[in-house]
Nanobody, 122 residues
Framework: VQLQASGGGLVQAGDSLRLSCAAS????????MGWFRQAPGKEREFVAA????????YYADSVKGRITISRENAKNTVYLQMNSLKPEDAAVYYC????????????????WGKGTQVTVSS
């Protein structure tokens, strides 16, 4: 599975940004999808995950209410809508896929994409 993330950039605090991740190489609807992020000097952390069908989602406490994950199986794409961005949201964001569905939220990741940088200025 190849995962290509896009949509990162430089924004101001309070702005919104939408990340996209296009998948190829395997039946997309068989994969749980997620987003992780890694800030400089910190470990990679879970952000959000969505089940194979898109009907179930799971979020890190730090982003609940501000970030929404969704997917379009017809387009083999998962999205991360980020609102009310904070400087502490700045990181490299990675798209992830797992054959164990929503368990990707617990690190059950089989495939990683290359990251996309999100920078938030205060």
């Amino acid at each position: 599975v190849q995962l290509q993330a896009s949509g990162g950039g430089l924004v101001q605090a309070g702005d919104s940004l939408r990340l996209s991740c296009a998948a190829s190489g395997r039946t997309f609807s068989n994969l749980g999808m997620g987003w992780f992020r890694q800030a400089p000097g910190k470990e990679r952390e879970f952000v959000a995950a969505v089940s194979r069908s898109g009907s179930n989602t799971y979020y890190a406490d730090s982003v609940k209410g501000r970030i929404t994950i969704s997917r379009e199986n017809a387009k083999n794409t998962v999205y991360l809508q980020m609102n009310s961005l904070k400087p502490e949201d700045a990181a490299v964001y990675y798209c992830a896929a797992g054959t164990a569905g929503l368990s990707v939220s617990r690190g059950a990741v089989d495939y990683w994409g290359k990251g996309t940088q999100v920078t938030v200025s205060s």
